[in-house]
């Protein structure tokens, strides 16, 4: 079955950066697109970014356009989030999916920018 599992996850101050991984199994990785989502408290889970099947193409949310950047290592079934200057706003957890709702996705790891 699908497994992923984030991590990278942390506190850090308004400016600083994170890169987010994902582990992934149970699935041709390297077929799927991919998605990081995120969630913010009392809130639906938001999709942040989607990254074709061979990493080539990559389209990002308005809200972290030109601060994030999206990857993958097909090889080793590994999706990474480069978060830049990060924002009090970016807080929330974050999850790698399978599906741009996030139905389909890890554990989450907490992004804390304060």
């Known amino acids: 079955h699908v497994q992923l599992v984030e991590s990278g996850g942390g506190l850090v101050q308004p400016g600083g950066s994170l890169t987010l991984s994902c582990a992934a199994s149970?699935?041709?990785?390297?077929?799927?697109?991919m998605y990081w989502v995120r969630q913010f408290p009392g809130k639906d889970i938001e999709w942040v970014c989607i990254?074709?099947?061979?990493?080539?193409?990559?389209t990002y949310r308005a809200a972290v356009r030109d601060r994030f950047t999206v990857s993958r290592d097909n090889a080793k079934n590994m999706l990474y989030l480069q978060m830049n200057s990060l924002k009090p706003e970016d807080t929330a957890m974050y999850y790698c999916?399978?599906?741009?709702?996030?139905?389909?996705r890890g554990q989450g790891t907490q992004v804390t920018v304060s």
């Open positions: 999916a399978t599906d741009s709702n996030g139905k389909n």
């Open positions: 990254i074709h099947k061979d990493g080539k193409i990559a």
């Open positions: 149970g699935f041709d990785f390297s077929t799927a697109w």
